[in-house]
C-alpha cells in the first residue's frame, strides 16, 4: 500500500510555471510505476504524465513539451514541472500510483493523492 499526498498547487498567470509535488509513505514506493492525471470542471478526469519502468516518460499531447514529470525514490517523491502554463490547463491535479504492462503499454492506477488545485488566470 502506499498513500499519497499533492502540494504545489495555485494560482498562476498565463505563461508562468508551477511544480507540482507527491509525497508518498508506505512500503513499495520504488515498484510502482506513477503518473499525473488532472480533471477540469465538467470534464472526464484524464491522465496527462506516466513514469514506467527504467524512467521512461510519456504525455498527453496538450502538455508535451511544456511539462516533464520525474521521480526521486530516495525522497518517495513525485514531481510534476509545469511551464507555459495555459488557462486550460485549470484543473485539479492528481498524482496516481500503480502498475505498468509492457505488454499492452497500459498503466493502470490503484493509488489516488486528495488532489490539488492549480488556476492558470490573469
Known amino acids: 500500500q502506499v498513500q499519497l499526498v499533492e502540494s504545489g498547487g495555485g494560482l498562476v498567470q498565463p505563461g508562468g510555471s508551477l511544480r507540482l509535488s507527491c509525497a508518498a509513505s508506505g512500503s513499495s514506493f520504488v515498484s510502482y510505476a506513477l503518473g499525473w492525471s488532472r480533471q477540469a470542471p465538467g470534464k472526464q478526469r484524464e491522465l496527462i504524465a506516466r513514469?514506467?519502468?527504467?524512467?521512461?516518460?510519456n504525455y498527453a499531447t496538450s502538455v508535451k513539451g511544456r511539462f516533464t514529470i520525474s521521480r526521486d525514490n530516495a525522497k518517495k517523491t513525485l514531481y510534476l514541472q509545469m511551464n507555459n502554463l495555459k488557462p486550460e490547463d485549470t484543473a485539479v491535479y492528481y498524482c496516481n500510483a500503480g502498475t505498468y504492462s509492457s505488454r499492452t503499454d497500459y498503466y493502470t492506477p490503484s493509488h489516488w493523492g486528495q488532489g490539488t488545485q492549480v488556476t492558470v488566470s490573469s
Open positions: 513514469i514506467i519502468d527504467g524512467g521512461t516518460t
